[in-house]
């Protein structure tokens, strides 16, 4: 009897078969877990928002350092430093997470800033996020506004929110 070393023929052949069949699902598991993740910080950000625009004299913010730290110099004067903050520093910092790249843009600043709201006051926004490597860490891309309204593509690109608003013919999120 030989005192053998290594793998048959035949069990490589079957290692090669669920290899086969389970990485595309593995992939397939990992975008998924992606966009959920993306979608769950987009809702995130706009419950933030909302929640600004309340302490805000009715405007969102357009510096999104001043929802994490909303008693800061340039963000709303009279926020008290111990009252809760509405947003994390690390989706505030708009950098890749979960596979996508994020941007935030704030449009339509008011015509006079009230001395109780931030100076970075806006009347509307848009947050964008599209995957890093379309197929591999995502596959559609989504946008939000300041409606609450979140639509996206099929194909990964932007969305194309101009000037805080998301464009009409985008497909909803349902």
């Known amino acids: 009897m030989k005192n ?23 992939l397939r598991a990992r975008v998924s877990a992606n966009e959920s993740a993306t979608l769950g910080d987009i809702r995130t950000l706009i419950s ?3 929640a600004y625009q309340s302490a805000n004299g009715g405007f969102y913010d357009g510096n999104l350092s001043c929802l994490t730290s909303p008693s800061a110099a340039a963000c709303i004067p009279s926020y008290p430093s111990i009252a809760p903050t509405f947003l994390d520093s690390q989706l505030a910092a708009q950098s890749s997470k979960s596979g996508y790249n994020r941007s935030f ?9 009230p001395p109780s709201s931030s100076a970075s006051s806006m009347s509307v926004y848009s947050y964008d996020a599209t995957p890093v490597n379309v197929g591999q860490t ?4 989504f946008a939000a506004d300041s409606s609450g309204r979140i639509c996206f593509t099929n194909d990964g690109t932007p969305v194309g929110a101009a000037n805080g608003v998301l464009p009409p013919n985008c497909q909803d999120l349902r």
Do not use: D, H, W, Y
């Open 4 to 26: 053998q070393k290594g793998f048959t023929l035949i069990e490589l052949l079957i290692i090669g078969i669920i290899a086969a069949i389970a990485i595309p699902s593995l």
């Open 48 to 50: 933030a928002q909302a």
């Open 105 to 113: 843009f704030g449009a339509n600043p008011p015509n006079v800033v």
């Open 138 to 141: 995502g596959v559609r891309g």
